[in-house]
């Protein structure tokens, strides 16, 4: 049974920064590529990093350069280190599992997902 669980979330303040884990288990970790997405009530879910399985990254236009994805599969893990925080950074964080580390990354493309953590920054 594939499981994705994401931890790491939490309230913090602008400016501030939080690394994101997202650990998967029952599926070969290093045969696939894991994407990070995040989804505002009432909007669409967004790609926001990708990290396929030769390590290769690729980012949404908007990180400008605040985050950064990696990978250990010696833990089945993915971690998103989100430096300078924005309030419009604030949202659930998913984890997925899947093939499509190309931009813009497809949500068909990932077919295990974690429950989400949530991210909430305030001024």
């Known amino acids: 049974q594939v499981q994705v669980v994401e931890s790491g979330g939490g309230s913090v303040q602008a400016g501030g920064s939080l690394r994101l884990s997202c650990t998967a288990s029952?599926?070969?970790?290093?045969?696939?590529?894991m994407g990070w997405f995040r989804q505002v009530p009432g909007k669409e879910r967004e790609g926001v990093a990708c990290?396929?399985?030769?390590?290769?990254?690729t980012y949404a236009d908007f990180v400008e350069g605040r985050f950064a994805i990696s990978r250990n599969s010696a833990k089945n893990t993915v971690y998103l280190q989100i430096f300078g925080l924005r309030p419009e950074d604030t949202a659930m964080y998913y984890c997925a599992a899947g093939s499509g580390c190309r931009w813009p990354v497809t949500e068909a493309d990932f077919s295990a997902w974690g429950q989400g953590t949530q991210v909430t920054v305030s001024t």
């Open positions: 990290i396929d399985s030769s390590d290769s990254q």
């Open positions: 029952g599926l070969n970790f290093r045969a696939y590529d």
